[in-house]
């Protein structure tokens, strides 16, 4: 179920994104999609995220950037060792220059470009360009 609403969560926003809306309302929620939109904030892709009642259903209202184009989550969460999250990376994402993957951590959750830097490998939960 976790995988779903992730998935939701990642789609809603993408929709949004191409009609032109400015915020988006999230919801069900997750840890995990908490700890995605973090990593889409300090990579620029998203200006703000605010959760709101995060012990009972709760719901996340996004504010959009515009630079999402694309944005997925695996419901097949494969595992990947620290040594290939960069021949993953080139595999899955369209160009060197934009997006990243996100992985599942002993440290939490990282993008691959965090991963590479600690030498921890985990699950693959997703990625965005």
């Not at 012990?55 to 515009?66: A, F, N, P, S």
């Not at 160009?95 to 996100?102: A, D, L, P, S």
């Not at 030498?119 to 997703?126: C, D, K, L, S």
Request: glycine letters at 8%; hydrophobic letters at 35%; aromatic letters at 6%.
């Amino acid at each position: 179920m976790g995988r779903r609403i992730l998935n939701d969560a990642l789609r809603t926003m993408v929709n949004a994104e191409k009609r032109g809306k400015a915020l988006v309302e999230l919801r069900p929620i997750s840890n995990v999609v908490s700890s995605f939109l973090k990593i889409m904030k300090d990579r620029g892709y998203v200006k703000s995220f605010q959760v709101h009642d995060p012990h009972r259903v709760g719901r996340i209202t996004v504010e959009l950037q515009g630079r999402i184009k694309d944005c997925k989550a695996l419901t097949y969460r494969q595992d990947i060792k620290a040594r290939d999250i960069e021949q993953y990376r080139v595999k899955m994402l369209p160009t060197r220059q934009w997006g990243y993957v996100v992985i599942t951590t002993p440290n939490g959750v990282l993008d691959h470009e965090e991963a590479i830097r600690r030498n921890v490998g985990g699950q693959v939960i997703g990625y965005f360009h």
